[in-house]
């Protein structure tokens, strides 16, 4: 509870107001929530205008700045504008017009400016008071029919003036030019289209008023935006956005390559994404460059005049041009999402999100309604001539009468209307004559405009009373926008283009990304990772944190994808340009990965995607599983091998050959084809030998025409062939017989 309570020194506390906050608050927000969503960010669907950009249309069309007439300075208009209708900051306003007349962010300027109004870098335009402006020919469809009662209008803030609640909007506006805007709690955003395709699927509309999205998407195949691109998405996605009102459209920069002879080439951007800064894309890709982050890139140059010229250097003639654009377009704005939500006002009165075919049918009703209130206004208008050339034709008929009644009577007009029975207006029409227009030919003139305006009349009255009727003029006016804004002419001219998107390798993507150099991976034996750089032979100078030594060291290329195992068999994946760098101790795997606290790092090694390895367990079970497989794209980790305490995985060997020979702790060897061993994506295994106590100690994979060769510890080979070893052949689960003389005492078949 807030209490609004007197100044000191005030009467007393007679007046204290209780108010209770939470409703205060809720009904002073909703207000405001209310005026930003009708007064500010979204546009009538009508029109396709927000209030500051009709209040600038209309200003200008008060002051006279048609397309044939002269420009008028910025600020001039800003004013009117301000002071008349929209009272608001100058600034605001000067934005908001001079976006009007920027033809690379309207597919139709409504503007026509003269001067800096800014570019497609995201320069700023120069200040009002340099640059002039005046309006288009789309403004002036917009304006149609304003003076004849078209639209409603309304009393200004100062109620001084009066301004229109919509225009009549004789131009697809909201789609043709779009519009984005953020109220409270909703928000609008709508890309520009093809007005030629817009008149297309309206008159399809108006014959077919049941007509499906399905259908108008033949018309209006997706957005056309005024800085072209590429549109990348499938024929469904489209559908789907325009049915349901929001989604949004992946654009594509356009570009080509530029042979240099001799093998080179240069790729050469003519065209970006709507919206975006060509100076801010050009420092954010030479950000990446320095990076490192696009390694098939060399150079990256602005070569723009008035049109856009990017050239993009690859960093060897070798280098495959579509691979180093889609590296381009996953890491920059070359590549850009633009969003679709058709949240306009209904009628202008109801936020609602429209789908294509709603938003066109209200444009259309509107249309017709202005088509209405235009006649009927005309029609008033013929009446009253009609009335007053009745009266001329009177005065005509008795000339000679009216002319003494005029000069003889005090009150001439009481005497005429008696006499002839004419209206107020009749008789004022005769009183204001001048004149010269007591000609002889006068009379014959009347009588023609009286027939004309007759059948004009017949005609209107026909109209107002016909729907078929009133749909054929809208078509007419509709075919005549279609001719104006034809795709034949430089201004209706489709600039968007549509493509599939080329199917890239996703794998050789992210190879693109990442610079190739040879590393070397050293893990400790406390779970701390670094890559040195180069291939290191020896590893034995390397120095560790006190109580830590080396465990695992392999050569591999920062392209490659390591996996880690552990001990709770569970396989992690990690990126080679991922690993800290060499200097110092490098950083525990336990930041990198969710590594449980009982596990333990088991082995690494390079991913191959071709391979496969058999998992065991300490307690002797085991399975196949692809390398493929083990790979996990998040920290948690991929769990392989399902192992419970105080049992753990304790080996991976790689598959080859067609036989498997496997040690247990109790130096006892089985071996057995490789066929006996199951493959699987995850799971306990089957078990691999039989122990009475202890576990699994080693197990290699070879093939039988080549015998089994291992090393003692002194470094002395050892080879078994296939009649040496028909002892130690059974099947799997067997416990096997003594290892053969000669197997190294460590229980390890690399001694």
């Not at 007509?211 to 209006?220: I, S």
Request: hydrophobic residues 40%; contains cysteine.
């Amino acid at each position: 509870m807030g209490q609004i309570v007197n100044p000191p020194g005030g009467d007393g506390g007679d007046n204290i107001l209780p108010v209770d906050l939470k409703a205060a608050l809720e009904e002073r927000y909703l207000a405001y929530a209310l005026s930003t969503i009708m007064h500010r960010a979204l546009p009538d669907v009508r029109d396709g205008l927000k209030p500051v950009h009709r209040r600038i249309v209309y200003a200008m069309s008060e002051m006279g700045l048609r397309p044939n007439t002269a420009f008028r300075k910025c600020a001039k208009i800003v004013g009117e504008v301000m002071g008349n209708y929209h009272p608001h900051g100058d600034q605001a306003i000067y934005d908001a017009l001079a976006r009007l007349a920027q033809d690379f962010s309207l597919r139709y300027p409504l503007v026509n400016g003269q001067g800096n109004f800014g570019n497609i870098d995201g320069d700023s335009p120069a200040a009002m008071r340099y640059t002039e402006s005046k309006m288009t020919a789309v403004a002036e469809l917009l304006l149609e029919g304003i003076d004849q009662d078209a639209v409603d209008f309304r009393d200004t803030y100062d109620e001084s003036n009066s301004e229109p609640t919509v225009l009549p909007g004789a131009f697809p506006n909201l789609l043709a030019n779009g519009s984005t805007g953020i109220a409270v709690g909703m928000a609008t955003s709508i890309p520009p289209h093809n007005a030629h395709e817009l008149c297309d699927a309206a008159l399809h509309l108006i014959r077919h008023p049941d007509a499906t999205v399905e259908k108008l998407v033949d018309f209006v195949p997706g957005p056309d935006l005024p800085t072209g691109g590429i549109i990348i998405d499938s024929r469904e996605s489209i559908i789907e956005s325009y049915r349901t009102g929001r989604g949004g459209f992946r654009v594509r920069a356009k570009w080509e390559v530029e042979d240099l002879g001799r093998g080179g080439y240069q790729i050469v951007v003519t065209e970006i994404p709507y919206q975006v800064q060509k100076s801010r894309l050009i420092e954010k890709i030479a950000e990446l460059l320095i990076a490192r982050k696009l390694p098939l890139l060399d150079d990256i140059r602005d070569e723009s005049a008035e049109d856009v010229r990017i050239v993009i250097v690859p960093k060897s003639r070798t280098v495959d041009a579509t691979l180093l654009m889609e590296s381009m377009f996953k890491l920059t704005e070359l590549e850009n999402r633009i969003p679709l939500n058709m949240n306009v006002l209904s009628m202008g009165r109801v936020p609602k999100v429209m789908a294509l075919n709603e938003v066109l049918i209200e444009w259309l009703a509107h249309r017709k309604d202005v088509l209405v209130r235009r006649s009927r206004h005309r029609l008033a208008a013929i009446d009253r001539r009609l009335e007053i050339l009745g009266g001329l034709l009177v005065a005509y008929l008795n000339i000679d009468e009216v002319i003494r009644i005029i000069r003889e009577e005090d009150e001439p007009k009481p005497v005429m209307v008696e006499r002839w029975s004419l209206t107020d207006l009749q008789v004022e029409s005769i009183l204001n004559m001048r004149l010269r227009n007591l000609r002889k030919l006068e009379e014959f003139e009347i009588r023609s405009e009286n027939d004309k305006l007759t059948k004009e009349k017949a005609d209107i009255e026909a109209l107002l009373a016909s729907d078929d009727k009133q749909w054929r003029m809208i078509e007419v006016e509709i075919q005549d926008v279609k001719k104006a804004y034809a795709k034949a002419t430089e201004l209706g001219r489709r600039r968007t283009q549509f493509a599939e998107a080329p199917e890239a390798d996703l794998e050789a993507i992210q190879q693109a990304m990442i610079e190739k150099e040879p590393i070397t991976v050293i893990i400790s034996q406390k779970g701390w990772i670094r890559a040195l750089k180069g291939h290191v032979a020896d590893t034995s100078s390397l120095t560790f944190k006190e109580g830590d030594g080396p465990k695992i060291a392999f050569p591999a290329q920062t392209t490659d994808k390591l996996l880690l195992v552990t001990t709770g068999g569970k396989a992690y994946t990690l990126g080679g340009d991922k690993l800290p760098g060499g200097r110092g101790h490098g950083e525990p795997i336990r930041i990198m990965v969710d590594m449980e606290n009982d596990q333990d790092i088991l082995t690494a090694f390079v991913h191959d995607a071709n391979r496969k390895m058999i998992i065991a367990s300490t307690a002797g079970y085991g399975f196949i599983v692809a390398e493929s497989e083990m790979v996990a794209n998040t920290r948690k980790g991929k769990q392989v091998m399902n192992v419970g305490m105080p049992d753990e995985t304790k080996l991976v060997v790689p598959v080859s050959g067609d036989h498997v020979a496997i040690v247990g702790e109790n130096r006892k060897m089985v071996v057995f084809p490789l066929e006996q061993l199951p493959e699987m994506t995850r799971g306990k295994g089957v078990r691999l030998q039989r122990y009475k106590d202890g576990g699994i100690s080693d197990i290699k994979c070879f093939t039988m025409e080549a015998g089994l060769s291992w090393e003692d510890s002194a470094g002395r080979a050892f080879n078994r062939s296939k009649d040496e070893l028909l002892e130690w052949m059974g099947d799997r689960a067997s416990a096997g017989r003594t290892v053969p003389k000669g197997f190294p005492r460590s229980g390890k078949f690399a001694g």
